[in-house]
């Protein structure tokens, strides 16, 4: 009975849930950006703008996904973590070896980009592989899954930064590329190590079971919240507190075991449907998996019919095709709006560092910020996805609806930064993490319910391309340009040896956030547009279709399925 226990276990939805929550908590290196970017510049010799296109292509590579969508379309969800896993060792320890010197020469700018795109790219692999395959086995709490496993990314930033403290001892003002080998290898092992985990289970599930699911992910939910006020603490005292090595250590020890209480909700919940299949009337009632083997050949239409059917869309909630979602005006708008709402808090989080340093902040308080953020994306995250969910359930509130009043939300942090009012980068820091967390799983949520998940896979990288489109935008050509005119202006080109270009004051940042909080206001108003576009479809069940029998509804390409009856393999 234990043997068979331990493999249900092991087999089931809860245990592959608890393996795409580890993966997702350490594979958000991308935003601790701001802590190991001063020492690429400084390294290196950047520019701003240099610097910033840096950061740019971080988030090409981590954002650009479609091909990990496109992978996973006909691949298993384990082939796609393990090229991820490859892709993140690879990319970072060349970061790391480049800004440590151990190359034989400098490294151009267009190969340190290249390093950190194709190190960042893991974390689109992870997504599609870890948080696509997770939607599809929850998809009647999709916004709650979104919401969950977004929010473990958001922790990443500080669980990192306490992982690396533990390490390497404390950091202060001093050398921080060690976090990048720790990024690199980190993550890598995570994703091997739950590479037999992470697949899509087909199934219908127990009526029992299916009640049981919001109460389970409230339980992750209390223990993340958890997590999540630890490492508030613990950032708050180390920031107050001068820690010794054995601290830190002690820290990083109590941050792994707040990780592995999940793992007792899943025993609970996989015991509870172990009970419930090996009751002699569920296995007497068990289904038989039924299976299709005669099909009706479509008739012969002429071409110009199937292009214009193909490109017709069917109603919103049904499965959409790749191009018939591309083409479509609701997917325009979604990505018009991120573009300019996520891609304004995604510039603001990646010069975190760098804003700080203008107005004066010392290093350990711009670590702060860095963590706070991190903090805040997280809770931002979490609210979002249940908060939504409730919304959506309870008042029929449109998710597009709430993403507008998030993107207004952001403006406030974003006018704080720019007219560099004291002490209120805490403020800002907060206000743009919270921003930024809130709004992402909404709109992934958004795209699996007017799309389908027929293709989520591509279509999720689809709604992903659209952050570093406003990152190049916003970031290197408004933030970047003008941080470098400004410093020129001020005659600090040469200013200081091996620190490369630096700004001081206020003035750094200041017209290119206005610029920023002005978009943003744009890209609410084209999200309220999609709100009043999709109003009607809101106002009906759009997870009827998943509540007929109990099944998760995906028709994937069968690759690395696996059948269930009644929960049990």
């Not at 997770?134 to 709650?144: A, I, L, Y």
Request: glycine share 10%.
């Amino acid at each position: 009975m234990a043997s068979s226990f331990a493999a249900h276990v092991l087999r089931g939805r809860w245990f592959m849930a608890y393996g795409s929550f580890l993966i997702m908590s350490s594979a958000g290196a991308t935003y601790i950006f701001a802590i190991y970017s001063k020492d690429i510049k400084a390294t290196l010799g950047y520019t701003q703008e240099q610097l910033n296109t840096v950061g740019f292509f971080k988030d090409v590579g981590a954002n650009v996904g479609i091909h990990a969508g496109l992978i996973a379309e006909v691949t298993p969800p384990w082939l796609v973590l393990a090229v991820g896993a490859a892709m993140n060792l690879g990319g970072y320890l060349m970061l790391y070896l480049s800004v440590t010197g151990r190359v034989r020469a400098r490294p151009p700018l267009w190969l340190v980009c290249l390093y950190i795109a194709v190190g960042a790219n893991s974390q689109a692999f992870a997504n599609t592989g870890a948080l696509v395959t997770c939607v599809k086995n929850f998809p009647e709490s999709r916004g709650v899954m979104l919401g969950l496993l977004k929010g473990f990314v958001g922790l990443s930033g500080a669980i990192f930064t306490q992982l690396y403290l533990a390490f390497y001892g404390p950091g202060g003002g001093g050398d921080t590329k060690p976090l990048i080998l720790l990024v690199g290898w980190l993550p890598a092992a995570v994703s091997v190590a739950f590479l037999g985990t992470i697949r899509i289970i087909s199934a219908p599930r127990p009526p029992a079971a299916a009640r049981r699911e919001y109460r389970a992910f409230c339980s992750f939910l209390y223990v993340s919240l958890a997590l999540a006020a630890y490492l508030l603490v613990a950032i708050v005292l180390q920031k107050r507190f001068r820690f010794t090595r054995a601290e830190y250590v002690v820290s990083a020890a109590v941050v792994f075991a707040m990780l592995l209480l999940p793992l007792g909700i899943v025993l609970r919940e996989e015991a509870a449907l172990f009970k419930i299949n090996n009751m002699p009337e569920a296995q007497a009632d068990a289904p038989a998996l039924s299976v299709v083997t005669a099909a009706t050949k479509p008739a012969a239409v002429p071409a110009s019919a199937g292009l214009l059917s193909a490109l017709r869309p069917p109603p919103r909630g049904e499965d959409y095709t790749i191009l018939q979602a591309l083409v479509s005006v609701d997917m325009l708008l979604l990505f018009t709006a991120t573009v300019f709402g996520v891609g304004g808090t995604l510039t603001a989080i990646d010069n975190m560092g760098q804003i700080g340093e203008s107005l004066g902040y010392p290093q350990r308080s711009i670590s702060t910020f860095v963590s706070l953020i991190s903090i805040w994306n997280y809770l931002g995250r979490v609210a979002a996805g249940f908060g939504s969910e409730a919304l959506l359930a309870r008042y029929r509130i449109p998710r597009p609806l709430l993403v507008a009043a998030v993107l207004l939300l952001t403006v406030p942090g974003h006018l704080l930064i720019a007219f560099g009012v004291p002490g209120s980068l805490y403020a800002a820091s907060v206000l743009v993490g919270f921003c930024f967390g809130a709004a992402y799983p909404m709109i992934l949520a958004i795209i699996s319910e007017l799309f389908g998940l027929r293709y989520y896979s591509t279509l999720y990288n689809v709604g992903n391309v659209a952050s570093p489109v406003g990152s190049y935008i916003l970031n290197v050509r408004v933030a970047g340009r003008m941080y470098d005119r400004e410093a020129a202006r001020q005659g600090a080109v040469a200013a200081v040896a091996g620190k490369g270009v630096t700004c001081v004051g206020a003035r750094c940042y200041r017209e290119s956030f206005l610029v920023v909080a002005a978009v943003t206001v744009a890209a609410a108003l084209v999200t309220l547009a999609l709100a009043w576009r999709t109003r009607v479809f809101y106002a009906g069940d759009i997870y009827a279709r998943f509540k007929k029998d109990g099944s998760t509804g995906v028709s994937g390409n069968g690759v690395g399925e696996e059948a269930v009856v009644d929960g049990r393999l």
